[in-house]
T-cell receptor, first 112, second 113 residues
């Protein structure tokens, strides 16, 4: 079964609005990463948060991690049409020997 | 962009034929991975390598083999392709063992008829 489960599966918002995506996981982790995938392309790394961190920012991205609830959220502020893509969380599980486990992804559509 | 090249980018083959996908990197990264991406399943790890001639299985390794004779090349072989192996295959590389982000290639779309 997937280690990371994203929620919602699909999200449609208006340009300028904020987009919030959630990821839940099952076992202890070393870190959690978020990736973006544009249609027909490979995945691109967005941000990494370690298990001892609670919040991290990168430009318009804000990631939080709650290890007690085994969950993370990705917030994209002031969304743009170019943010339209699929977003994946990936977990580096403790003892997994550098193998990332990906969720099924969230499809984000930003309407101009 | 990380220097990762996958070939072929598209391939159509018939059931029972052997297929080899190639991943070539120019970054000299130690770790290389093969994932497959299917609707409803996200990305699943097939095999990975942590050095020349050092490989290990992922969660969906049945029906696949890999080889890494040089740092820059990681080959994925389907000895006898089946329709269930129709998928998009992604190669990824990483430098850092425990915290490394992955850099992905553009993918190889394989259709097995």
């Amino acid at each position: 079964s997937q280690q990371g489960e994203e929620d919602p599966q699909a999200l449609s918002i208006q340009e300028g609005e904020n987009a919030t995506m959630n990821c839940s996981y099952k076992t202890s982790i070393n870190n959690l990463q978020w990736y973006r995938q544009n249609s027909g392309r490979g995945l691109v790394h967005l941000i990494l948060i370690r298990s001892n961190e609670r919040e991290k920012h990168s430009g318009r991205l804000r990631v939080t991690l709650d290890t007690s609830k085994k969950s993370s959220s990705l917030l994209i502020t002031a969304s743009r049409a170019a943010d339209t893509a699929s977003y994946f969380c990936a977990t580096d599980r403790t003892g997994a020997n550098s193998k990332l486990t990906f969720g099924k992804g969230i499809t984000l559509s930003v309407r101009p | 962009d990380a220097g990762i090249t996958q070939s072929p980018r598209h391939k159509v083959t018939e059931t029972g034929t052997p297929v080899t996908l190639r991943c070539h990197q120019t970054e000299n990264h130690r770790y290389m991975y093969w994932y497959r991406q299917d609707p409803g399943h996200g990305l699943r790890l097939i095999h990975y390598s942590y050095g020349v001639k050092d490989t290990d299985k992922g969660e969906v390794s049945d029906g696949y083999s890999v080889s890494r004779s040089k740092t820059e090349d990681f080959l994925l072989t389907l000895e006898s392709a089946t329709s269930s192996q129709t998928s998009v295959y992604f190669c990824a590389i990483s430098e850092l063992r425990d915290t490394g982000e992955l850099f992905f290639g553009e993918g190889s779309r394989l259709t097995v008829l």
